[in-house]
């Protein structure tokens, strides 16, 4: 897989886990971090629309920072409840309101990719269905109080204790709820490659 890509592989995120899927495909690639970019969006925008709108804006940000071999990958997550999206909590107290939700129902995991080259743009997204158990608030104040889930859409890591104890069934691809839907986005690389 290496050789068949013809760009070198910029990943736009800091994101450890998003690093650690990516490096699972044994593709070389360069880890490359715009601090500080407006993740803002209009409030009238559908949920499934707000992480295609992110990962654009974000790619939007890199295009000038890129050569004509590079090809960069940018992503955004969010948790949908109820049509209500929970993006990362602010604290400690938000992060246990948005698992107290959580628990004992059914939630959508939204992540969308874009590929981005300095003449071509692929975007995509994929939806998985995540079902968690009931949990206790000593279990909720025990997973926030040591992990500290504060930089994760909806205040868990499914890679994490709570996803362990806490989610019952997974309707979709379970990386993609760790925040790169990494299947998906291997097919998207060769097929970017041959359309070029």
Do not use: C
């Amino acid at each position: 897989m290496k050789h068949s890509i013809n760009y070198k592989i910029v990943l736009a995120s800091n994101s450890p886990r998003r690093k650690e899927l990516l490096k699972g495909l044994d593709i070389d690639f360069e880890v490359r971090v715009i601090p500080d970019i407006d993740e803002t969006h209009p409030q009238d925008v559908p949920p499934e629309e707000i992480p295609v709108r992110l990962a654009r804006k974000k790619a939007d940000a890199y295009l000038s920072t890129i050569s004509r071999k590079e090809l960069i990958i940018t992503a955004d997550t969010v948790v949908v409840l109820d049509n209500d999206v929970l993006e990362k909590p602010a604290g400690r107290e938000e992060a246990v309101n948005m698992l107290k939700r959580l628990s004992g129902r059914k939630h959508r995991v939204i992540t969308a990719v874009a590929l981005t080259t300095t003449d071509n743009r692929k975007e995509f997204s994929v939806t998985s269905t995540v079902d968690f158990a009931e949990l206790t608030n000593e279990e909720i104040e025990y997973y926030v109080d040591k992990y500290k889930p504060f930089d994760k859409a909806g205040a868990y890591g499914i890679q994490e204790w709570i996803g362990y104890i806490g989610v019952r069934s997974i309707e979709g691809s379970f990386y993609n709820v760790m925040g790169l839907p990494i299947q998906r986005l291997y097919r998207e690389l060769k097929n970017f490659r041959m359309s070029e």
